[in-house]
Every structure is written in structure tokens, then in C-alpha cells.
């Protein structure tokens, strides 16, 4: 069934070393909502840094309380060795309280050896959030061009940001032709969370070798819908094919709500926020839940899912508030959702797996 | 609004109820004569106008009960905007305030519960859940809560109170006003961050005016504002008397005595009470009275209070003639006093809204602290690492190792919740208050060493 085999999927160090044989330079990003065509105008490739996962969070541990994410704290840590020994620009986009204070102790008190940038998303709901967030990527432009010593013209903006907006329709097809493509989940989240680290000409040559394996035939499995913020451990994703079931559409914060359709303006700067500020509604941008909801249903809907795992990192309160609201909603329209925990730099625990089986035996 | 419901309204909040809080007011000062519940013998005895404040605070309470039959209510963020609302006739609740009654009442957990068995994680704020409890089961220490028809969430303070208004939104199906106040990093604000601000005040603006169904008039505006910017000033003036030595006033007496300047800013009574604070202050510095009877150590209270352990504090740190001086959340209703500008229109109201302590970087609050320990000629630093207030406490763990290595100036994380009792581990935090006590070098006050 797998294709993936027949792809060489870069991995994470291979993209860097490439991007930077090639000349180019290598910007750090932290989660969650941030423009891939500004970074890459300045020949920075864009490397998401979520936690990572299972690293030594000592360093984290020193400067922030037990109550702050495993994201936040495993992030701390992991900038301060210098990532890869090649970041050379660290930006910190605003989504939370932690990441907002990380941001700050970044700044402030344990500057790593790369210049921090933090970026506001607004959250607002008038006409001028998109006039803002245009002048915030314009301030980030000036950062960068003093940083790097470049100044992108509006043409090579423009055409990095097609790049980009190329491979995120790419990415939004794989996720909609979920059910049609050869792909377990476990290849399948390797492939679109690559969108973390590949090149966009890169990511779009690789994805569109997959979308042309789609076939009118249907995956098997239990289909459901996770929502969180991201997959980890992966092994999850291979635990719940075992037991069954496949994610048929996703509303994680690290791919199914980042899944932006291209801008409308000519002016690059607007463009990119408009693009952005299309992404699907999240508390990140301030949303209401109501709005949360009823995309959550579009995606049972459209993928004929049978139930949701809400699976949250510990102490993420933006997700914890909409929790309760989001499960009565979706038990009011009858459809069954359960709820695990975890912290990223825990192995998978047999409790939580039995919880998730235990759900897929009861919606099957 | 109907004959019954004005004359409803009039009867229990214009007559009877002000009567009956009058009446409860001198009672509660002729027992007063008799002595305060806490411990007399190191603390000074309760502020006089501390029965006006409850006075007033109840009168505002009990005006909540009855606000829907004659005005529209508005809940509020602590950092919104509120001369906007109050200058268009508004009753304004502060859910933030509510909850912290229900602290001091000792009724969070219960109604926490509430919340818990409905959903909402532990690891929420607990302001958010204690509301989400009264909210659930009807139960509140202030007799009822009007229902909203106006919701107003400022960022200023944190994101989460974003994520609790869209939860009340949800719940109540009224208009949510989202003032989103970008984060300053840096030293300034930048110009496209505070045109954002005001172009979402001009937007709170008609939002406001059309569930209000009237029209927002400057001149009333002006006044508003006034008011706030009288009212800021006092307090922080009254906060600045404790440059003396000693103290007239702790910070647990700040704690309990800022609701009026949370959330009966704007109003009169509010500038009235200050006035009337100040003088009493005054005249406690006249009289050589301190917060704490023989001070001998002067701190700093960073973060918000324990809501549900304010005497243990006060009587643990009092036995040690232990003032708490200043605080920087105390200072925050104070701080920007300057700022507020009545003639300065949308634009100086944005300004001011943008730069609250907790809208701020890390840094900004260690300066802030530092400046409070060298203008209160303070001894040490109780950081409150509130396990429910994330902006406040994160880069407190790096505040308290620069306090102490560049600052020369002990400091104690003191790990807690500011609502939720069950997060306060009394044995443990005994335990660090008393090795922090014995670094400052004060032992236990002895009556017997000091009175022969």
C-alpha cells in the first residue's frame, strides 16, 4: 500500500544542510502561524521548532514554573544548544501566554546566540486586523533586511510568496484527498509535517508524486478526526492503525490549521496577511468557538468521520477553555469524542492507549 | 423598563438597600471599638474607611442584582477600557472581581468544583473557573449576577482572558468586544500597534452604542475619564505614603482595598473614598502608626494576591515585623495615572491601554520592581509563581536570580494560586516563608523582649 516508499522524503538535517550549501541561511520559527515567503525573500529557510519532543528540558526547567507546556519548555532548551549549529535568526510568533513570555525571557534574559524576532498575530475582529498584521510583516521586513543586509525586491517577494502559496494548496489537496492516497498515517504525517522544514518547490514536487497516486479506492479503518496541537509522539499515529482506526482529517495546530489559501492583493505584504489570516478559526486568531465548532463538523463531514480525539498537551489553556464547549457541541449533533492528554517528552502511556482503543471500539 | 421594574429598582437600590448598608456600615465600626480578628499585637488595627469600602463595594454588588431592570451591563476585563462603557450608561461587572470575592469568601473551590465536573480543567485560571461555576449552579457570595448584554475583553492583562470571554460569548449569545492589545517587547509600543488599538476603540465605540441604543457623548467621555485619572492618582499616591517608615499601610490592606479602583473606576464615590483614604493615611503617618506594629523588614509582593490566605500572610509576616510595602500589582491600577489623558481623545486611550505592567516584557517588570525596591528602600522580594496567572509569573525565575545577583536583593518564589486553595500547600509554603524570614535575619517579635 505504502508509495512513501518509493519517495525520499528529506529529513529535517538533510533540508538544512542542503539549504545551506546553496547559500542560504536557516531561521528557527516557533509555533504556530508565521509567513514562509517573507523568511524564504531573504533567503532564510523556515524550521519550525515545535518542543521538540523528548529533549532534555533541564535548561527550560530553570527558567520557567512546572505549569507552563512541554512546547514551551522543551523549546527553551532546545534554542539555547543552538539548534543544528546553523539557526541563524530565531522568530517567535505570539499565540499564547507562554509563547509570549518565551519570547520575552528570549529577549530578555537568556538572549541565545541568533537575533529574536517576535511577531504579534492580531486576534481583533474589525476590518483592520489584516492592515495590522501587514504592518507587522512590513516592521519584520526591516529586521530582517537590517539582519541579513538584503532588501527583497516586491518582485522576489511575489514570487516566493506563489512558491509558497503553491505548496500550500498542494498541502490543503493532501488533506482533503486524505482517504484516496496510499499513505498509512504515519506516512502520511511525515509527509505534510515536512511542510515544517522542506523548501515550497521542494514540499510541492514531493507532494504533488503523491496526489498523482490518488485512487478512487477508500483507506480502511475507523475514521476519525484529531484535534490538538500536534501528533507526538508519532508513534501514536501507527498505535491507532494498529488498533484500527485512521485519521481521516485533521484540526491540529500544526497542519490542518494551517492550511492557507492563497491572498488576493498584489501588494505582497497584505497578501501574506491575507493568506494567513484565512487559516482555519482557532483561538490564535481569536475565533469563536461557535466558529470552531462548525468547521470542526465540516471536517466529519467531509472526511465521514465517526469521532473526535482531542488530544492536548498538558497545560495548554488556549485548548483546554474550548474543550468543554466543543465536546457539547459535538455530542449534541451525536458525534463521540474523547479527550487524552500528554506531555510531548513522554513515551506513549498504555492508559491513554487503552482509552484510544477503547473510544475506536465503541464508535466502530 | 416596565412601572414594577423602576420602581424595584428604586426601592432596592436607591432606598432600602443603601439604608441597610449605612446601617450595617455603623454597626460594624461600633464593634469595631471592640477589636480586630487579627492578630493585634503585631498588626495594626483595620483601616476606618475599610467599612466605607465595604459599603461601597456591596452597594455595587447589590446595584448588579437589580442593574438589568434599568441599565445594559456589561461585563469587563480588569484592563478594559472602561470609561467608554460607564459614559454610556452601563452597569460594568468585573468577572475578575467577582471571582476574587468568592476567594476571600472561600468559596472558589466549591464552585471550581462546579466547573471541573462541566469540563474545565484545573489547569485553567481559576478566576475563569470559579465564575464557570457560578455561571453553572446559580451560586455566588453576592446574591446574583446581571446577565450581560455586552461583553468586553481586553488583552492587556493576558491572552486567557480572550479565551474565557469567547467561552461566555458561547454561553450567553450577546456581542463580544475583542481589544486586542498587541504585547510591548521592546521599550516603546510600536505606532502601527497603538493605530491598531485605537481603531478597535473606535470599533468598541459603535458596538457599544448600538446595544446601548444611544449615542456615546465626549463630554461625558471627558469626565469619565477625569474621574479614572483623579481616582489612579489618589491611589497612587496612597501607595507612595508607604515611602515612611513605617508603613501606614500593607499591601494586604492595598489588596483589600483597590476593588473600588478595579471596578468603580469612574465614578464619583470612587475618587470620594480615595480622598477620604488618603487622609487617613495621612494621618496614620502623622501618628507614627505602621501596617506592622515594630517594622523591621520591608517587602516587595509581586504577582496577585492569595485571596484565600490574606491573614495567614498579614499575621505570619507580621509576627516577624515583616511589612509588606509595596506591590507591583497593586501598583498596576496606579501606575498609569499619567497616562490617562480626559482631552487626549482615542488616541491617548490607547496609549494608556497598551502599556499595563502585564502587557509588557519581562524586563520592564524587573526594572519596575527594582525602581519599587529602591523607592520603598525595601530588604527583599515574595515573588507569588501563581500557577493560574502564566503572563505574571513566567520570567519570574529569572527575576528572582537577577534580583539577587545584580540587585544584592534576597528574593523567595513562593509557588501558589490566587484562587484555588488547593494549590496552596500550607506546610511547604510555612516552610519557605520561614527560611526566607530567618536570610532576612529577623526572628519571631517576642512581646516579652519588647514590652520589659
Redesign the interface.
Known sequence: MSSMLHLKLPGRSDAIRSFKAQGGKIAGVLPIHYPRALLRSFNLLPVEIWGPPRIDPVFGS????P??CSIVRNALSFVQTNPFQTVDVLLVP?A???L??????L????PPEQPVL?L?L?????M?KA??LQ??LE?LYQKLKNITGYSPSQDEMMQKILYEEEADQKLASLHRQRRNLPLSDIEFYCLIRAREFLPAEKFSEIAQQILDQVRDEILSGIPIVISGILPEPMALLNEITQMGGMIAADDLACSGRRLYPPGRSQEPFLRMAESLLGAAPS?SW?S???DRLEHLMGLIQASEAKGVVFYNI??C??E??????L??GLQAAAIPSTVVEVDINDPLSNQMLTRIEAFLEMIA | MSAFGWLTYAWNVQLLGPAALRINRWLSESRDKRGSRWNAETLAPPLKISFKNKELVGRHWLEGRYANLRHKVAWVTSGAPVEIFKALDYYVLYPENHAAICGTARVAVELSCEAENAGYSRDICSYARTDFGTLLSGKTPVGRLPKPDLLVACTNICQTVLFWYRVLARHFHVPLIVIDTPFVYYKEASAHALDYVMRQLEEAISVAERVAGKSLEERRLRTTARLSKMASELWLEIMGRNAHRPAPISVIDQFIQMAPIVEMRGDPETVDFYAAMLEEVDQRIRQGIGAVKNERKRLLWDNLPVWYRLRYLAEFLGEHGIALVASTYTNAWGELAPMIDPDGGMDAMARAYTYPILNRGTRYKLETMREMIERFDLDGVILHSDRSCKPYSIGQMDQRDRLLKDHDTPALLLEADHNDSRSFSEEQIANRLAAFVEMLGVEKWQRSAHWG
Request: charged content about 20%.
Open positions: 530553570a527558567h520557567l514554573q505549569y507552563i505570539h499564547c501566554d507562554s509570549q513570555g518565551l519570547g520575552s525571557i529577549l530578555d534574559f537568556v517576535p504579534y492580531p486576534r481583533g475582529q474589525g483592520n492592515s495590522f504592518k507587522e516592521t483561538w481569536g469563536p468557538i461557535q498538558k497545560f489553556e488556549p483546554l477553555f474550548d474543550l468543554p464547549s465536546r457539547e
